[in-house]
DNA sequence: TCTCCGATTAGAC
DNA sequence: CTAACGGTCTAATCGGAGA
């Protein structure tokens, strides 16, 4: 049976979870912002057609957001993750076997149902309505094709926010191919758009029907993979679930810039407890540490520092204290007065499942302490972020990011939910 | 010359 | 008044060091 998949994604997904909350916006020019309020990271149809651009720095949209009422948002991370769950437990009701790619996308496997089309219809029915958010289904015989067939979904209001590729004839697979440029294709970005040009690849089409040895030799496997891909050779599979992550990162740009140490300190002990946190419900530890300062880069004129260090932990860990103490350490060896930092982090690697503990052959092992931790991760998930701190945090105010013009938790907050 | 490993590059969203 | 440009993650490839 010739495999068919889905992938459903909802419709300029930050924007639309902040209209259904507020109906009032639903003819005016809405952008969502990324963190520090810094770059453009969703727009509404009505901002797209006023021409301002994904990752375009809101300073750059100001005066054209004033000439046309063009509103901003800051992102509002737990209103979005929320809806997101919404929706995906809808889907995989429609399916026997599904993948959450994305905050906003999802892969279905629609391999021998009958008629996929207008279950299509009935997906984007009952999400809306359960939802109110608007999604796209794009459906093909492999990931990369039902990617591409979500495109044209979007792209082409005639489709009702619906195509299925695998029902297009061998001519109108290639008529459509034909018309699509090749950056469209998923996994292809900028720097390879700009070298297959070169080679006169140029469209769909044109990738599809590349020379195999030449592509290869040229790009490497993961281009003879999307060729493949586009040629209904399945490549890529599902994955259901969804694998431990092997690095974890927690860093910030700071909304002032940052030049004191203690400073510095109290915002990386913050990013600690946050990727610690993450490794903890992963059920895992780490065995490296890496800390990293940078001070602004888009400030030419300012003098730039950006270290970077990493040490091995004496023993792999998800303690928390133990990670900020290192964390401490490495702040230190690496500040230097007279910068301004505008952004820092902490990265874990070298992850592995707790269960794979392995002793010190020389040294008595630091006791963890995992009951402490486990209350920590209890009481902050019951009654939410930031009840229970390390001491070193938030001692210091001025590094937390800008975030001036975030919605309510409309979802997630008791007091934040609208009274009527 | 081969292998290993860390750094870099490219991509997604 | 001025300055104001995100965050996390993976896989492939490159290039130097050591065997």
């Known amino acids: ?25 639903a003819t005016v020019p809405v952008v969502v912002l990324s963190n520090n309020d810094g770059c453009v990271v969703s727009r509404s149809n009505e901002a797209k057609a006023l ?76 999400v809306a309505a359960w939802t109110g958010m608007p999604v796209c289904v794009g459906i093909g015989p492999t990931k990369t094709l039902a990617k591409l067939a979500n495109h044209v979904a979007k792209k082409h209001p005639r489709s009702q926010g619906v195509f299925n590729y695998s029902a297009l004839s061998v001519a109108q697979k290639d008529q459509l191919l034909q018309r699509i440029p090749v950056e469209e294709v998923w996994g292809v970005g900028r720097k390879l758009t700009r070298r297959l040009a070169e080679h006169g690849v140029h ?18 496997v993961v281009v003879e993979k999307i060729q493949r891909e586009l040629q209904e050779i399945p490549c890529i599979d599902l994955q259901e679930i969804q694998a431990d ?29 946050n990727a610690c946190t993450k490794l903890r419900a992963q059920n ?15 400030r030419k004129e300012l003098p730039q520092y950006m270290p970077s260090l990493a ?13 900020n103490r290192w964390a401490n350490h490495l702040c230190e060896r690496m500040f230097k007065p007279g910068y301004q930092y505008k952004k820092a982090g902490v990265v874990l690697s070298e992850i592995s499942p707790v269960t794979h503990q392995q002793g010190d052959l020389l040294e008595a092992c630091v006791p963890g302490h995992g009951k402490l931790m486990l209350a920590l991760d209890t009481l902050n998930l019951r009654f939410g972020r930031g009840t229970v701190k390390v001491s070193t945090q938030g001692a210091y105010s001025g590094w937390q990011m800008r975030q001036e013009r975030k919605s309510p938790n409309y979802t997630t907050c008791w007091e934040d939910v609208p009274v009527v």
């Open 284 to 298: 895992s530890q780490a065995a490296v540490i890496q800390v990293f300062l940078q001070t602004n880069r888009f």
């Open 203 to 220: 469209t769909v089409q044109d990738l599809r029907a590349a020379h195999v040895p030449t592509l290869r030799a040229e790009f490497g």
């Open 1 to 25: 049976m010739s495999p068919q998949l889905a992938l459903v994604d909802c419709n300029n997904f930050y924007v639309s979870c902040e209209r259904i909350f507020r109906p009032d916006l």
């Open 311 to 323: 040490v091995p932990l004496p023993t792999p860990t998800n303690d928390s204290l133990q990670v």
């Open 51 to 126: 021409g301002v651009k994904m990752g375009q720095p809101w300073f750059e949209c100001k005066a054209l957001a004033e000439e046309h009422g063009i509103l901003a948002l800051s992102s509002n991370y737990a209103l979005y993750a929320d809806m997101s769950n919404r929706v995906m437990s809808i889907l995989r009701d429609f399916a026997p076997r599904h993948e959450v790619y994305s905050i906003d996308e999802c892969f279905l496997d629609l391999t021998g149902l009958p008629n996929v089309r207008a279950l299509s219809y009935a997906m984007r029915a009952r």
């Open 245 to 273: 992550r092997q690095q974890i990162i927690a860093s910030r740009s700071f909304g002032n810039a940052v030049t004191e140490l203690p400073v510095l300190q109290d915002a990386l002990s913050t990013f600690v407890a």
